[in-house]
């Protein structure tokens, strides 16, 4: 299925470049002369990737990208400026904007930071896919055998007098692992469901290491839980189950 892009630019031979270099890579473009008809558009379209300029006569873009967070919450956001400063960068970043570049970009660039920001839409829509199950399916709560009792939703894990506490991240990865008992999951799937963002291959057992690392440093202090999420060699992670 085709990614849907919004391009908005006041000034038009940007805009169409723009959109020509996006449809030529397969996405499905529109396009939008200021911030009102951006708006108006994701009012009334369904838009995974805004790309939007920061200065535009009448509502400029971090007005757009106020009401975007609002109307369309899981829209991924770039920012276009021929204006950079640390101020606008912070506010951006305050604002949940995946991007931020500066013009003019390159095609390589601009076109990097799309794919990574539409695997970040779809890891987001994985990840609230897998929370939004049923509960028969995909409970809250986990008893063990040996009496262990992991609840997800609060994060915690007990067993007799013993209470552990997850991080949220911690805590994202184990569920994704207790609900998928024996499936294997890529390293480069588990930064994306549990970290929010896309990586290499190459870079994502680096950035998942310290956190399974921290994880399971916890999990080892219940006998029914140690040893349990288990590395695959040159692939990613599993969790085998309730001994």
Do not use: C, W
């Not at 908005?8 to 397969?26: C, F, M, N, W, Y």
């Amino acid at each position: 299925m085709k990614s849907n892009i919004l391009v908005v630019d006041d000034e038009p031979v940007a805009r169409q470049s723009l959109t020509d270099i996006l449809k030529l890579e397969g996405y499905t473009v529109a396009s939008a002369p200021n911030g009102q008809a951006a708006v108006e558009h994701v009012r009334t379209h369904n838009v995974d990737l805004l790309i939007v300029d920061l200065k535009m006569p009448g509502m400029d873009g971090l007005e757009v990208v106020q009401v975007v967070n609002q109307v369309s919450p899981e829209t991924e956001v770039i920012l276009l400026t021929a204006y950079g400063s640390t101020e606008t960068a912070i506010q951006a970043l305050r604002l949940r904007i995946h991007d931020y570049l500066l013009k003019p970009a390159s095609p390589v660039q601009i076109l990097a930071t799309v794919k990574k920001g539409l695997s970040r839409r779809s890891a987001k829509s994985r990840l609230s896919n897998i929370s939004a199950v049923d509960s028969d399916s995909s409970p809250e709560v986990f008893s063990l055998k040996d009496g262990t009792v992991v609840d997800l939703s609060r994060r915690q894990i007990k067993f007799k007098s013993k209470i552990e506490h997850l991080t949220p991240a911690e805590g994202r990865l184990l569920r994704i692992l207790m609900e998928n008992k024996g499936k294997v999951f890529s390293h480069r799937e588990l930064v994306l469901l549990v970290q929010g963002y896309d990586t290499s291959q190459r870079e994502a057992p680096e950035i998942l290491r310290p956190l399974v690392s921290r994880l399971r440093h916890k999990l080892d202090q219940f006998p029914s839980l140690s040893e349990q999420v288990v590395s695959v060699r040159g692939t990613g992670y599993l969790y085998e189950g309730d001994k």
